[in-house]
């Protein structure tokens, strides 16, 4: 287990303070339950603990919302939801089990991904019980993203053939409702109503709060947290929640810069921030979101995903999972991140092939892009070459026509046909122009081109409704790998530490419990922990930062 004293620690957590008893530390602050972190894992467990009569403290590094409110919005519901039916989609508990029970592969067991699907139209209306607005517009064609004309899609692998045969596919992905325009603004429509209902409800809120370390009990039980407070009021808060905000915007842009701003953030936290002790009575829930802008945990956790860009706020630097690992708690599937290379919009793409540096074929190419990101990575090196031919290059143009594409989607897409495409009269000279080996790249387009003309099966099992021959040039490549500069391949991380699947309280390497801690959301092992769908993670957080709230917030036996 990585402790404060391992070399591999790479966080600002502190060992655990001990304390002989709650009198014997001067408190700044007390409340019932502590949350630390105000994305929407943090949001739902505060909610639902005040729900259940505790008095709610959240303390927030930055300003709150994580990186649910820069998110795309969508709550993956299923079994019947009211969105659903209104849309004539017939599903059920049973279906979304069987579908969902192929994508987490036992990281969590059964009976709890069982009562995450049946509760799932309960939660969903618990969503909209707090404001989150959604509505049954069903999205006709299979997209990654859809435009804000549709609310409901199909944001997984359920319309592939190989996991439709068996669980009857249904959409489940539902979009906040944000519309604005061609605006992608479902995130805050998402957040912002479950941040209000917190604050109606009289969860107190801390922002520009760094948590440190842990104060336990000389039994290990959590008493509560030592933090660091930017002062309220002063040109430091000011400047602080300036440089976080632009890290956060420039990052997936201009990532030297919001590092820069990241680092700058960080010394004002050192140099400017107050000690503040904040007792929890009943217990303290983290929240704090994944690891993913933490580089040195990247590297030591899962080195093969280095060159993607990370998909998250300065938050999600691992400080959560550290807190719990620093009092005895274990982490798990710290190597699992999410990897998102979707070719789709524009659906041309996905008619093309998709190659490894030598020019092979290693998957069907409509797969969700989260799968294809885990092929691209795990078993190819990150190496993604995007091969299609001029009547798809045609095909793709049309389709990414303003009004047809998010804006975020119309640029990508763009810039890759514009300015990353490698031009081939034939699939020799494509091959050659790419550093393939053109007996290999000829190989495989003829084995695409009879299957698409249904000659053979595909060997990858790619429906030949989905397929288009690449018998005629001139040819392009795109290069699409994990580290690729004209289209940026967004990760997320989905370790954390591992929890008591009935209450959320984090458990030791022996099965124990730490009395007093939970954790839900990217920092605890969750529903998506083996492999994300659209939608899959903001879900998680609602069923995990509730489970946790409820729990915390029963008073001591």
């Known amino acids: 287990m990585t402790l404060p004293a391992d070399p591999t620690w790479y966080s600002d957590v502190e060992a655990p303070l001990e304390a002989n008893a709650p009198g014997s530390i001067q408190w700044d602050e007390e409340a019932d339950v502590v949350v630390v972190g105000f994305g929407g894992a943090g949001a739902c467990a505060a909610i639902e603990a005040a729900d259940n009569g505790a008095e709610v403290l959240v303390v927030d590094r930055f300003?709150?919302?994580?990186?649910?409110?820069?998110?795309?919005?969508?709550?993956?519901?299923?079994?019947?939801?009211?969105?659903?039916?209104?849309?004539?989609?017939?599903?059920?508990?049973?279906?979304?089990?069987?579908?969902?029970?192929?994508?987490t592969q036992g990281c969590v067991r059964d009976d709890t991904l069982k009562e995450f699907c049946d509760r799932s139209t309960e939660n969903l209306a618990w969503l909209e019980a707090q404001g989150v607005p959604f509505e049954g517009s069903l999205c006709p064609y299979k997209t990654s993203y859809p435009t804000n004309r549709?609310?409901?899609?199909?944001?997984?692998?359920?319309?592939?053939?190989a996991y439709r045969r068996h669980a009857r596919p249904a959409p489940r992905g539902h979009v906040a409702n944000g519309k604005k325009g061609m605006k992608a603004v479902a995130g805050p429509a998402f957040y912002g109503p479950l941040k209000a209902s917190a604050l109606r409800k009289g969860v107190s809120l801390r922002t520009q709060t760094k948590a440190v370390r842990m104060?336990?009990?000389?039994?290990?039980?959590?008493?509560?947290?030592?933090?660091?407070?930017?002062?309220?009021?002063?040109?430091?808060?000011?400047?602080?929640?300036?440089?976080?905000?632009?890290?956060?915007?420039?990052?997936r842009f201009v990532p030297r810069l919001g590092r820069r701003l990241r680092s700058m953030a960080e010394g004002l936290e050192r140099k400017r921030a107050k000690p503040c002790m904040i007792r929890a009575r009943r217990g303290v829930v983290l929240a704090a979101g994944g690891f993913v802008l933490n580089r040195n945990m990247m590297n030591h956790y899962a080195p093969k995903y280095r060159g993607g860009l990370p998909l998250g706020?300065?938050?999600?630097?691992?400080?959560?999972?550290?807190?719990?690992?620093?009092?005895?708690?274990?982490?798990?599937?710290?190597?699992?991140?999410?990897?998102?290379?979707?070719?789709?919009?524009?659906?041309?793409?996905?008619?093309?092939?998709?190659?490894?540096?030598?020019?092979?074929?290693?998957?069907?190419?409509?797969?969700?892009g989260a799968l294809l990101?885990?092929?691209?990575?795990?078993?190819?090196?990150?190496?993604?070459?995007?091969?299609?031919?001029r009547a798809l290059y045609r095909q793709a143009l049309k389709e990414i026509m303003p009004g047809k594409v998010m804006p975020f989607q119309l640029m990508a897409a763009a810039s890759n046909m514009f300015f990353n495409a490698k031009k081939g009269k034939t699939v020799e000279d494509l091959a050659r122009a790419c550093g393939m080996d053109p007996q290999i790249l000829r190989a495989t387009v003829d084995t695409y081109n009879e299957a698409a003309l249904g000659k053979r099966e595909d060997p990858f099992g790619k429906?030949?409704?989905?397929?288009?021959?690449?018998?005629?040039?001139?040819?392009?490549?795109?290069?699409?790998?994990?580290?690729?500069?004209?289209?940026?391949?967004?990760?997320?991380?989905?370790?954390?530490?591992?929890?008591?699947?009935?209450?959320?309280l984090v458990k030791r390497s022996d099965g124990s419990a730490i009395r007093g801690l939970y954790a839900a959301g990217r920092t605890a092992v969750g529903i998506p922990s083996h492999f994300y769908v659209s939608g899959l993670s903001i879900a998680d957080c609602v069923f995990a930062g509730r489970r946790a709230g409820r729990h915390a917030a029963a008073p001591p036996e």
């Open 463 to 504: 429906p030949v409704t989905y397929m288009q021959t690449l018998e005629e040039g001139p040819y392009y490549a795109m290069d699409v790998s994990a580290d690729s500069q004209w289209f940026p391949c967004p990760m997320i991380t989905f370790g954390g530490l591992v929890v008591d699947e009935r209450t959320g």
């Open 63 to 103: 300003m709150g919302g994580g990186a649910t409110v820069e998110s795309g919005g969508v709550f993956y519901a299923g079994g019947g939801t009211s969105h659903q039916k209104a849309a004539g989609v017939e599903d059920t508990p049973e279906e979304m089990f069987k579908y969902l029970s192929m994508e």
């Open 373 to 389: 990101g885990e092929r691209m990575c795990e078993e190819q090196g990150g190496r993604a070459i995007l091969v299609i031919n």
């Open 215 to 251: 104060v336990v009990d000389p039994e290990g039980g959590i008493l509560g947290l030592e933090c660091r407070e930017v002062p309220r009021g002063t040109i430091w808060a000011l400047l602080h929640r300036v440089f976080a905000a632009g890290d956060t915007k420039l990052y």
């Open 150 to 161: 549709y609310r409901l899609y199909y944001s997984g692998n359920e319309t592939v053939e």
């Open 313 to 368: 706020t300065a938050g999600d630097d691992g400080s959560g999972i550290r807190l719990g690992e620093s009092v005895g708690g274990v982490a798990d599937r710290m190597g699992r991140v999410s990897a998102w290379r979707f070719i789709n919009p524009p659906p041309a793409w996905a008619k093309g092939i998709i190659v490894n540096g030598r020019g092979e074929r290693y998957c069907d190419e409509t797969v969700y």
